[in-house]
């Protein structure tokens, strides 16, 4: 695996770096963790799609889009809510 440079500003490099030192890991440790756990919107639409099919085939639950655009709603009010509590 060759590595490659990215360029960001001072004060984005800071903060890298008062992240990594928290989770006594390095800036390289933590961009890639980053870049091997986010998503693209299509990952999440392709994911979302393997979902709704696991669960008609395996529990003959069919979800809707409205029902899933509900659930991913309370999904991030309850991440939001957690993350404001732990600051």
């Known amino acids: 695996m060759s590595d490659a440079m ?3 500003p001072a004060e984005v490099r800071d903060r890298l770096a008062v992240i990594a030192e928290s989770r006594g890991t390095s800036i ?4 890639q963790e980053f870049a091997e ?11 979302a799609e393997r979902t709704r099919g696991y669960l008609a085939e395996h529990f003959g639950v069919e979800v ?3 029902e899933s655009a509900a659930m991913g709603a309370r999904l991030r009010e ?3 809510r957690r993350q404001g509590a732990a600051a």
């Open 28 to 31: 390289r440790s933590l961009v």
């Open 6 to 8: 990215i360029r960001v």
């Open 37 to 47: 756990s986010t998503l693209t919107e299509e990952e999440r639409r392709e994911r």
């Open 78 to 80: 309850a991440f939001t």
């Open 64 to 66: 809707s889009d409205e």
